[in-house]
């Protein structure tokens, strides 16, 4: 199993950080709920892409957030195909670093689909 990677619907650490954002979003308003792997997208026969979390936000609209401590090859093919498929924003996360001037709640780096 990949370092970082848990058994299937266990969050890895940065998994559990950025839940912990989700949650403070929810208790402001700006999401109305969030969910773990709540879903998994067909993208061919026989591949499927499970994003971290499927997200509704105040707007009620869907938004599939992954989060990264670095992107893999065969990931950013899932999440690219999965965003040209599927008619939901797809937001991917990574830990920001100190010198990144676009952080998302201090923590986070977002790149939207």
Do not use: C, Q
């Not at 994003?51 to 690219?80: C, L, N, Q």
């Amino acid at each position: 199993m990949p370092k970082g990677r848990y058994k299937k619907g266990e969050m890895n650490r940065l998994e559990s950080e950025y839940a912990k954002t989700l949650e403070e979003l929810r208790g402001e308003g700006e999401i109305l709920d969030y969910w773990f792997e709540g879903v998994t997208l067909r993208l061919a026969p026989r591949t499927s892409y499970t994003p971290d979390f499927m997200v509704m936000t105040s707007a009620m609209e869907i938004e599939m957030h992954e989060v990264k401590g670095f992107w893999r090859d065969d990931a950013r093919v899932k999440f690219k195909v999965a965003a040209d498929m599927y008619p939901f924003k797809f937001v991917a996360i990574t830990k920001a670093r100190k010198k990144d001037k676009d952080k998302y709640r201090g923590k986070w780096r977002l790149d939207e689909r």
